[in-house]
């Protein structure tokens, strides 16, 4: 039997120190965060400092020494930046294991000094893919020397340390004022280092196949159906976030949990918390549930949410002032079923004004989530002890994919979402009754709109901009279709209904039917439309099929 070659040394023997005080460091950040404070404690604790362009410039300005790489290296950074660390006097004073006399030797040989603090955060590509950038400006952010830096101080963790954020620079200043680093801290950052490199080949990689795909989907003039970077997903597919908290628990008490955010969120995980006892597993649940389901429109909106289900769902009416109109549509919302909004999440796609705070006040709610609070809003809610505020980030971002554990992996797909301004019925068929007009029209849309919300099998029903009545997550659709009616009560005559699939029967609709809905919007595609839509024709009921569906399971 032959055996494996070896690719390295053995260094199950070697005793690695428990502390390394750094004579020498590597600094070089895109992220100038705490860089002159971390400069002034390397000073202080008499390290040597070895840095590269900005990051030098920077330092040097502050008033401390620094050399710069080339005087290492012996060769000027250049090709605008590219090649700067990329040099054998850099990566050997890293890589070698000063714990093996021949690495120890060849270092001596080769006039390289070591280094024992390496600091190197990479360029921002996630941040400029998010600004917009063109492509060729997102490539020039691709780090290449950064990435080798810190997977060679990391692979090399016992000799030396690795810090890739400035969250870290004053524990590692600590640790150095106290006699070293130790070796936990040192294995801990290592982990954290690859972690990060990860991460950011991972953002690489799939913005490569996002750009592949647009550009060949521009170039398809030929009338044939090309990929698009909302519909292309890659043949790997890595999750990666930072944990942000630990969660007292999960679901359920006896479940641990934590959250975790994305570099490039820009949503619940990220929301500041401006007041009230931290958030629970269930909590962010539900937030996500009611940012989805305010968002989907574009006039002023607000939904409330019980159990990721919708208590109720409204739009503020044209020609109302800004603060008065989220205040409207919350209104309309709660009225829809104040039993169960008793205890909600509420979320506004605006500001929360004083007046939609005012009435907020006397409801309890678990969580409100707006893109901001005006100040008197934030003084009156603030006064409530248990509600909890989150204000979103800027430009906030529902997801472009879904993402589902199963077990032994997870499901990813695109998500499911509407063009913000489109007119939603010009792509819809009329299958039944008088074509619909003026509020009908908004009703409809709306409904259509707001029931994409509602766990399936989904109905609801809408009047005047407002759901007011709600069936959802039940087995058949009779049932969904029994409990909105129930649920709406008188305020189902008149009012339009949305089902998220087909009618299989024409017992579903025969339930709204009698009570009274006056036009339904749904998908179509039953094997028994010609029943369905024959039951809508007796009634004098306008009916419209969509052609899609809005499952949310």
Same mark, same amino acid.
């Given at each position: 039997?032959?055996?494996?070659?070896?690719?390295?040394?053995?260094?199950?023997?070697?005793?690695?120190?428990?502390?390394?005080?750094?004579?020498?460091?590597?600094?070089?950040?895109s992220?100038?965060?705490?860089?002159?404070?971390?400069?002034?404690?390397?000073?202080?604790? $008499?390290?040597?400092?070895?840095?590269? +362009?900005?990051?030098?410039? !920077?330092?040097?300005?502050?008033?401390?020494?620094?050399?710069?790489?080339? &005087?290492?290296t012996?060769?000027?950074e250049?090709?605008?930046?590219?090649?700067? !660390?990329?040099?054998p006097?850099?990566?050997?004073?890293?890589?070698?294991?000063?714990?093996?006399?021949?690495?120890?030797? &060849?270092?001596?040989?080769? +006039?390289?000094?070591?280094f024992?603090?390496?600091?190197?955060?990479?360029?921002p590509?996630?941040?400029?893919v998010?600004?917009?950038?063109?492509? *060729?400006?997102?490539?020039?952010?691709?780090? /290449?020397?950064?990435?080798?830096?810190?997977?060679?101080?990391?692979?090399?963790?016992?000799?030396? !340390?690795?810090?890739?954020?400035?969250a870290?620079?004053?524990?590692?200043l600590?640790?150095?004022?106290?006699?070293?680093?130790t070796?936990?801290?040192?294995?801990?950052?290592?982990?954290?280092?690859?972690?990060?490199t990860?991460?950011?080949d991972?953002?690489?990689?799939a913005?490569?196949?996002?750009?592949?795909?647009?550009?060949? $989907?521009?170039?398809?003039?030929?009338?044939? !159906?090309?990929?698009t970077?909302?519909?292309?997903?890659?043949?790997?597919?890595?999750?990666?976030g930072?944990?942000?908290?630990?969660?007292?628990?999960?679901?359920?008490?006896?479940?641990?949990?934590?959250?975790?955010?994305?570099?490039?969120?820009?949503?619940?995980?990220?929301?500041? &918390?401006?007041?009230?006892?931290?958030?629970?597993?269930?909590?962010?649940?539900d937030?996500?549930?009611?940012?989805? %389901?305010?968002?989907?429109?574009?006039?002023?909106?607000?939904?409330?949410i019980?159990?990721?289900?919708?208590?109720?769902?409204?739009v503020?009416?044209?020609?109302?002032a800004?603060?008065?109109?989220?205040a409207?549509?919350?209104?309309r919302?709660?009225?829809?079923?104040?039993?169960?909004?008793?205890?909600g999440?509420?979320?506004?796609?605006?500001?929360?004004?004083?007046?939609?705070?005012?009435?907020?006040?006397?409801?309890?709610?678990?969580?409100?989530?707006a *893109?901001?609070?005006?100040?008197?809003?934030?003084?009156?809610?603030?006064?409530?002890?248990?509600?909890?505020?989150?204000?979103?980030p800027?430009n906030?971002?529902?997801?472009?994919?879904?993402?589902?554990?199963?077990?032994?992996?997870?499901?990813?797909?695109?998500?499911?979402?509407?063009?913000?301004?489109?007119?939603?019925?010009?792509?819809?068929?009329?299958?039944?009754?008088? *074509?619909?007009?003026?509020?009908?029209?908004?009703?409809?849309?709306?409904?259509?709109?707001?029931?994409?919300?509602?766990?399936?099998?989904?109905?609801?029903?809408?009047?005047?901009?407002?759901?007011? $009545?709600?069936?959802?997550?039940?087995?058949?659709?009779?049932?969904?279709?029994?409990?909105?009616?129930?649920?709406?009560?008188?305020?189902? %005559?008149?009012?339009?209904a949305?089902?998220?699939?087909?009618?299989?029967?024409?017992?579903?609709?025969?339930?709204?039917l009698?009570a009274?809905?006056?036009?339904?919007?749904?998908?179509? +595609?039953? /094997?028994?439309?010609?029943?369905?839509?024959?039951?809508a024709?007796?009634?004098?009921?306008?009916?419209?099929?969509? $052609?899609?569906?809005?499952?949310?399971?």
């Amino acid at each position: 039997m032959s055996t494996p070659a070896s690719h390295g040394p053995s260094h199950g023997s070697l005793t690695t120190l428990e502390r390394i005080e750094p004579k020498r460091a590597l600094v070089s950040v895109s992220d100038k965060s705490g860089l002159t404070e971390l400069a002034a404690g390397l000073k202080a604790a $008499g390290v040597e400092i070895v840095s590269t +362009g900005s990051t030098a410039k !920077t330092i040097r300005e502050a008033g401390f020494d620094v050399t710069d790489v080339q &005087q290492v290296t012996g060769f000027p950074e250049s090709l605008d930046g590219r090649v700067k !660390t990329l040099h054998p006097g850099v990566h050997a004073g890293i890589l070698a294991d000063r714990r093996i006399d021949d690495h120890v030797r &060849q270092l001596e040989e080769l +006039g390289i000094a070591p280094f024992e603090l390496i600091v190197v955060n990479l360029y921002p590509f996630v941040e400029t893919v998010a600004s917009g950038a063109d492509a *060729p400006a997102i490539i020039e952010q691709i780090d /290449i020397g950064g990435p080798a830096l810190v997977r060679a101080s990391a692979k090399n963790f016992a000799n030396a !340390t690795i810090v890739t954020s400035p969250a870290d620079y004053t524990k590692v200043l600590e640790e150095i004022a106290g006699g070293g680093v130790t070796l936990s801290t040192r294995r801990s950052l290592a982990a954290a280092a690859f972690q990060h490199t990860s991460s950011y080949d991972q953002a690489v990689g799939a913005w490569f196949v996002s750009h592949i795909a647009e550009v060949e $989907g521009a170039g398809a003039g030929d009338g044939s !159906t090309a990929a698009t970077a909302s519909d292309t997903l890659p043949t790997s597919f890595t999750l990666r976030g930072t944990q942000l908290a630990t969660l007292r628990y999960g679901e359920n008490s006896h479940q641990v949990a934590a959250v975790y955010g994305r570099a490039d969120g820009r949503g619940i995980a990220q929301a500041e &918390q401006l007041h009230g006892k931290e958030m629970s597993y269930n909590n962010f649940v539900d937030a996500d549930a009611a940012l989805r %389901a305010a968002f989907d429109h574009t006039a002023p909106a607000v939904a409330i949410i019980k159990h990721a289900n919708p208590c109720g769902i409204a739009v503020a009416p044209e020609g109302l002032a800004p603060a008065e109109a989220i205040a409207e549509a919350h209104r309309r919302a709660h009225a829809c079923d104040p039993v169960s909004a008793y205890g909600g999440v509420v979320a506004a796609n605006r500001e929360v004004s004083p007046e939609m705070a005012k009435t907020l006040s006397k409801i309890f709610t678990e969580v409100v989530i707006a *893109p901001s609070f005006a100040p008197e809003a934030l003084e009156v809610l603030s006064a409530k002890k248990n509600i909890r505020l989150l204000q979103l980030p800027a430009n906030p971002a529902l997801e472009e994919r879904e993402v589902r554990q199963i077990s032994g992996g997870f499901l990813v797909q695109s998500a499911d979402r509407f063009e913000p301004n489109a007119s939603l019925i010009e792509g819809w068929t009329l299958v039944a009754g008088a *074509p619909a007009a003026g509020q009908t029209v908004e009703d409809l849309e709306f409904a259509w709109r707001a029931c994409r919300a509602v766990k399936s099998n989904a109905i609801l029903l809408a009047s005047d901009g407002a759901s007011v $009545g709600v069936g959802m997550g039940q087995v058949n659709r009779v049932d969904s279709c029994h409990l909105a009616v129930s649920r709406a009560g008188e305020r189902a %005559a008149g009012s339009v209904a949305a089902s998220d699939a087909f009618f299989p029967f024409a017992d579903g609709l025969e339930v709204l039917l009698e009570a009274g809905v006056s036009a339904v919007v749904q998908p179509g +595609g039953s /094997i028994r439309d010609e029943e369905v839509i024959a039951a809508a024709e007796k009634a004098g009921v306008t009916m419209y099929f969509t $052609g899609e569906r809005h499952f949310f399971h």
